[in-house]
């Protein structure tokens, strides 16, 4: 059975720092691209970064970048989401997503993403 489930989220200080996992089991992730997502209550859901199969090519959204970093680690089936300096609206579930892309080493938050993780809450609060 194809498997994403994220862990690490929780509750932080603004300011602070959290580093969410992505871990695949059931199939290997290293001809997928993976993108992070979030979403807000009454908002919709937003791309928040992607990174490319071979992890060369990564992609964040503005509100976003400089702050977080995404990374691979193919051997052991993971994907992180290192995020820094949390301001209150990166609160959200934040969700990862893998879209089949073996002949492709690029990545994007628009394409259709086909394997979906249960969700981690992350909430920045004082």
């Known amino acids: 059975q194809l498997q994403l489930v994220e862990s690490g989220g929780g509750l932080v200080q603004p300011g602070g720092s959290l580093r969410l996992s992505c871990a695949a089991s059931?199939?290997?992730?290293?001809?997928?691209?993976i993108a992070w997502f979030r979403q807000a209550p009454g908002k919709e859901r937003e791309g928040v970064s992607c990174?490319?199969?071979?992890?060369?090519?990564?992609d964040y959204g503005g509100s976003v970048k400089g702050r977080f970093t995404i990374s691979r680690d193919n051997a052991k089936n993971t994907v992180y989401l290192q995020m820094n300096s949390l301001k209150p609206e990166d609160t959200g579930v934040y969700y990862c997503?893998?879209?089949?892309?073996?002949?492709?080493?690029?990545?994007?938050?628009?394409?259709?993403?086909?394997?979906w993780g249960q969700g981690t809450q992350v909430t920045v609060s004082s």
């Open positions: 997503a893998a879209a089949p892309r073996s002949y492709d080493r690029s990545c994007s938050v628009y394409w259709k993403y086909d394997y």
């Open positions: 059931g199939f290997t992730l290293d001809n997928y691209a």
């Open positions: 990174i490319g199969r071979l992890g060369a090519f990564t």
